[in-house]
Structures are given as structure tokens and as C-alpha cells.
């Protein structure tokens, strides 16, 4: 059966940003960022001290400077980045798109009231996570988040998510083209992904007995991996490396942006930096595989950051590889999925977030 026009619309979140490098709309991000209970997971009161009386005063005249330090003539990177690639989507397929953040403006519901204003028939949206990978504080709190705006308002639509990609063929095939365009045979290539705390991981494990319990959990069939994100980058890595066909010496991955001294997920991408000019490995590129948009993690932590580590550290030679932003091919998929969702095509799609258990 075919839709009528307007039946179907699709909605894409991203993280979000300031809305200014001024202080006081950096401590208003950073509130908001820290105190979602998926980011920072312990008892609200005991959160609130630690982000409002610690860690925002201090952390915000940094983080400030930092989006200065990245801020385009447009605006946020993330944000301009994200708005074109709506653009260049609605383009190329037969339905509505509209796109909101997870933290800052706009909100899910401010994009859905759009959506529905325009298409009073609206019947279905998709919620496309920009997120490859499943973790409490990326993908799991971004749908949250959109469907509580949506139960609130009873929306007389459906919505529905696209599931992780991190292991879709079309994905890896994206994401690897993009990086050979990149890559240099005399450069050691680092997969630098975005840092968790390890009792995120334990806390998604829908088994209880699985994640982190043995040295190969991430090796060993589990239930427990269509929630684990380090699963899941390190099965990103691997198709990739085999795809650019890679020898197990000439990549590696870590992970970035720890926060607090409990252990995070390891190694960790500032004391790789540190360490691969003295192992011989002092020309280096690095990808941020779990990030879709270029941002703060990847425009200021790595390319400026992350390369004065390296550097000072005896590196000779260091590029950060830009993530897809809006490269024709990721269009392309992101268009692909779009009209498998139109065409009534599940397989990409949930239409309950599944894990219940790290909420």
C-alpha cells in the first residue's frame, strides 16, 4: 500500500552545543549535558553538588575558550554541520526532514511540532540518532529524551529509531572510503572513540554477566552486544581495518574525553599520544569513528589538542581525519535508509528503544 503524501517524516538528533562561546550559555550547556542522570549516573543530589558546585564553575571558562577556538563564522560547527546536512537530504527524498539535539536548542518536540504543523497526516516518524554506536550517554539518551517529548505531547504519530549502525555494511563501507581518501602508508592510524565510564558497561549489560566479567567478553556471542559500546567500536575497527586491509600494526584504538578519576574504558587516547613517538610510531593520523559531525571532541580535543600531545612528545607528523559531515556518500546512506523506512523496510528499524535495563 502506498502512503499518501505527508504520512511519513524523518527526524534527525544530534548532540547539541552552546548557543554562544559566552560563559554563561556554556554553563547553561554543561548544566543541562551533566546533569542528564545517562551522562553522569548517580543520585540526583549528589549529581547536582558535583555538577553545579564543582565541575561547571570550574570546567566553564575552559570549555569557553575552547569553543572559541573552533567556533565558525555560521556558528557551532556541530549545529552548522547538522543543518546542512538536512539540507542536502531534503533534497533527495519524498519526505519532511527536520532535525533537533539532544542538549540546547532545538528540542525534540520544537522539531516535531514543525513536522506535524506542515503535515497535519502525519502518521510515522523516524528518529535517526547520529550516533553508530549504542552507549547510555550518546544513542540511549538522545531516544529517551525524544520519546518522553513525544509521550508528553501525545503526538498522533508513531515514532520509530533506526538502530545502531555501527556494523551496517553500507556504513563500514562509507566510513572506510572515506578514510582511505586519507590515509597514509607511512602513518600509524589511531580509532579514537569517545571515552565511558566502565560501569556504563556493566550497567548495559542486559545479561548481568557478561560485559567486562572475562578479558574476550567483546569476542564472545552475548546478548549482552547489541547494547555494549565497546563491543560495538571495536567491531567498527575491525570491519574497517579489514576492509582497508590493514595489518594489526598499523592501527590501534583508544578512547578520548575521560572525565573524573574512576576507570573509563582503556587505553586512553591523551596517554597514547604520549606514548607512540617513543614506540617508534611518530607520524600519526587519527579518525573519530564515533562521531558523525565534526565538533569540540574532534575539531579542539584532537586536531588542536590532541596533536599538541603528540607533538611535544616527539611526533613529526599529525592529521586528524574529518568525520563525514556531509560527504556525498553519507548522504547517500542516510537517503538509503530513508527510503527502506518509506518503502515499509524494518530492518533498520526499532520501534521501542530495546534496552531497558541501563535506565
Same mark, same amino acid.
Given at each position: 500500500?502506498?502512503?499518501?503524501?505527508?504520512? =511519513?517524516?524523518?527526524?534527525?538528533?544530534? *548532540?547539541?552545543?552552546?548557543?554562544?562561546?559566552?560563559?554563561?550559555?556554556?554553563?547553561? $550547556? *554543561?548544566?543541562?549535558? *551533566?546533569?542528564?542522570?545517562?551522562?553522569?549516573?548517580?543520585?540526583?543530589?549528589?549529581?547536582?553538588?558535583?555538577?553545579?558546585?564543582?565541575?561547571? &564553575?570550574?570546567?566553564?571558562?575552559?570549555?569557553?575558550?575552547?569553543?572559541? =577556538?573552533?567556533?565558525?563564522?555560521?556558528?557551532?560547527?556541530? @549545529?552548522?554541520? !547538522?543543518?546542512?546536512?538536512?539540507?542536502?537530504?531534503?533534497?533527495?527524498?519524498?519526505?519532511?526532514?527536520?532535525?533537533?539535539?539532544? $542538549?540546547?536548542?532545538?528540542?525534540?518536540?520544537?522539531?516535531? /511540532?514543525?513536522?506535524?504543523?506542515?503535515?497535519?497526516? *502525519? =502518521?510515522?516518524?523516524?528518529?535517526? &540518532?547520529?550516533? &553508530? #554506536?549504542?552507549?547510555?550517554?550518546? $544513542?540511549?539518551?538522545?531516544?529517551?529524551?525524544?520519546?518522553?517529548?513525544?509521550?508528553?505531547?501525545? $503526538?498522533?504519530?508513531?515514532?520509530?529509531?533506526?538502530? &545502531?549502525?555501527? /556494523?551496517?555494511?553500507?556504513?563500514?563501507?562509507?566510513?572506510? !572510503? #572515506?578514510? %582511505?581518501?586519507?590515509?597514509?602508508?607511512?602513518?600509524?592510524?589511531?580509532?579514537?572513540?569517545?571515552?565511558?565510564?566502565?560501569?556504563?558497561?556493566?550497567?548495559?549489560?542486559?545479561?548481568?554477566?557478561?560485559?567486562?566479567?572475562?578479558?574476550?567478553? +567483546?569476542?564472545?556471542?552475548?546478548?549482552?552486544?547489541?547494547?555494549?559500546?565497546? #563491543?560495538?567500536?571495536?567491531?567498527?575497527?575491525?570491519?574497517?581495518?579489514?576492509?582497508?586491509?590493514?595489518?594489526?600494526?598499523?592501527?590501534?584504538?583508544?578512547?578520548?574525553?575521560?572525565?573524573?578519576?574512576?576507570?573509563?574504558?582503556?587505553?586512553? !587516547?591523551? %596517554?597514547?599520544?604520549?606514548?607512540?613517538?617513543?614506540?617508534?610510531?611518530?607520524?600519526?593520523?587519527?579518525?573519530?569513528?564515533?562521531?558523525?559531525?565534526? +565538533?569540540?571532541?574532534?575539531?579542539?580535543?584532537?586536531?588542536?589538542?590532541?596533536?599538541?600531545?603528540?607533538?611535544?612528545?616527539?611526533?613529526?607528523?599529525?592529521?586528524? @581525519?574529518? +568525520?563525514?559531515?556531509?560527504?556525498?556518500?553519507?548522504?547517500?546512506?542516510?537517503?538509503?535508509?530513508?527510503?527502506?523506512?518509506?518503502?515499509?523496510?524494518?530492518?533498520?528499524?526499532?520501534?521501542?528503544?530495546?534496552?531497558?535495563?541501563?535506565?
Amino acid at each position: 500500500m502506498t502512503d499518501t503524501p505527508g504520512t =511519513r517524516a524523518v527526524l534527525l538528533m544530534n *548532540l547539541g552545543s552552546p548557543s554562544s562561546t559566552a560563559v554563561r550559555d556554556v554553563k547553561t $550547556y *554543561l548544566h543541562e549535558f *551533566l546533569m542528564d542522570e545517562r551522562v553522569i549516573d548517580y543520585p540526583y543530589l549528589f549529581r547536582k553538588l558535583l555538577v553545579d558546585g564543582i565541575i561547571v &564553575p570550574f570546567r566553564a571558562p575552559r570549555s569557553a575558550e575552547a569553543y572559541r =577556538r573552533i567556533w565558525w563564522d555560521e556558528g557551532s560547527p556541530l @549545529i552548522v554541520i !547538522t543543518k546542512r546536512l538536512v539540507a542536502e537530504l531534503s533534497g533527495r527524498v519524498d519526505v519532511p526532514v527536520q532535525w533537533c539535539m539532544r $542538549y540546547g536548542s532545538p528540542r525534540p518536540d520544537e522539531a516535531m /511540532d514543525a513536522l506535524l504543523h506542515a503535515n497535519p497526516h *502525519l =502518521r510515522e516518524v523516524l528518529l535517526i &540518532p547520529l550516533y &553508530p #554506536h549504542y552507549a547510555m550517554s550518546s $544513542y540511549e539518551t538522545a531516544v529517551v529524551y525524544a520519546q518522553h517529548w513525544h509521550r508528553k505531547k501525545r $503526538y498522533p504519530f508513531q515514532l520509530s529509531i533506526l538502530r &545502531p549502525f555501527y /556494523d551496517d555494511a553500507g556504513y563500514i563501507e562509507v566510513l572506510s !572510503t #572515506h578514510i %582511505q581518501q586519507f590515509l597514509k602508508p607511512d602513518h600509524h592510524l589511531l580509532f579514537s572513540y569517545h571515552g565511558v565510564p566502565e560501569r556504563h558497561i556493566r550497567k548495559s549489560d542486559i545479561t548481568s554477566q557478561h560485559c567486562l566479567q572475562r578479558t574476550d567478553c +567483546c569476542d564472545v556471542a552475548s546478548p549482552a552486544h547489541a547494547y555494549c559500546y565497546r #563491543h560495538q567500536v571495536i567491531r567498527t575497527t575491525r570491519l574497517v581495518a579489514e576492509r582497508l586491509q590493514l595489518k594489526t600494526e598499523q592501527y590501534e584504538l583508544s578512547f578520548q574525553s575521560r572525565l573524573g578519576k574512576e576507570p573509563w574504558l582503556r587505553p586512553y !587516547t591523551a %596517554q597514547r599520544l604520549e606514548e607512540l613517538p617513543a614506540e617508534g610510531r611518530k607520524k600519526l593520523q587519527v579518525v573519530c569513528p564515533a562521531f558523525v559531525s565534526d +565538533c569540540l571532541e574532534t575539531l579542539e580535543e584532537i586536531e588542536q589538542e590532541g596533536k599538541k600531545i603528540f607533538m611535544e612528545h616527539g611526533g613529526e607528523s599529525f592529521q586528524m @581525519i574529518p +568525520c563525514l559531515n556531509t560527504i556525498p556518500a553519507w548522504i547517500a546512506l542516510l537517503q538509503e535508509w530513508i527510503h527502506q523506512f518509506v518503502s515499509g523496510d524494518r530492518t533498520m528499524i526499532w520501534n521501542e528503544l530495546q534496552n531497558t535495563k541501563a535506565g
